[in-house]
């Protein structure tokens, strides 16, 4: 008993990622791909793909931008050129931060200003290359753990069901 006492009175903070989606803009066979041709704000693009990163704080506190010590959660593509970032969607419509791309790189930087307990924000990427799954990583203050992949709907359904038992107890 005096375990889940402790337990529940941790307040750690923990970022996770799910990747929601992961493909190609132009699914064509390869052959059909060679006499097509898409530009990119007037440049030719072979290979475009769009990826979809869910970010949740899904600790016990709040994290703020002063939390990332001026380092960003960093997406990192091995081998695809980031075109463009834009946010996607938002579980509060009043999260904001900093998304920045590395012009001519493989990385995007991206720093919200305040993100509540069990709030989330997608970020939309758009690459040319192969459609490969993004490298994350960030480390915040108080951090027990460094962010991890996991289903973020699930864990919030788990939250949910789980106030709802302490509720009827």
């Keep these: 008993v005096s375990w889940i006492y402790y337990r529940k009175a941790e307040k750690p903070k923990r970022l996770a990622y799910e990747i929601r989606s992961n493909s190609r803009m132009i699914s064509t066979a390869r052959d059909e791909r060679k006499n097509l041709q898409v530009i990119y704000?007037?440049?030719?693009?072979?290979n475009p793909n769009l990826t979809v990163v869910r970010v949740a704080n899904i600790g016990k506190q709040d994290i703020v931008t002063e939390d990332f010590r001026n380092s960003p959660i960093k997406i990192r593509f091995d081998s695809s050129l980031v075109l463009s970032v834009t946010p996607s969607d938002q579980q509060n419509p009043r999260i904001t931060g900093q998304l920045a791309e590395i012009p001519g790189s493989n990385a995007v930087g991206v720093m919200p200003d305040h993100l509540k307990s069990n709030e989330w924000f997608?970020?939309?990427?758009v690459t040319d290359g192969d459609p490969i799954e993004p490298e994350i990583e960030a480390?915040?203050?108080g951090e027990t753990h460094p962010i991890m992949a996991t289903d973020v709907v699930l864990r919030q359904r788990r939250i949910i069901v789980t106030t709802t038992i302490s509720a009827v107890i």
Excluded at 41 to 46: E, I, P, Q, S, T
Excluded at 122 to 125: A, G, K, S, Y
């Design 122 to 125: 997608d970020v939309r990427i």
């Design 139 to 141: 480390r915040v203050v």
């Design 41 to 46: 704000n007037g440049a030719r693009v072979k």
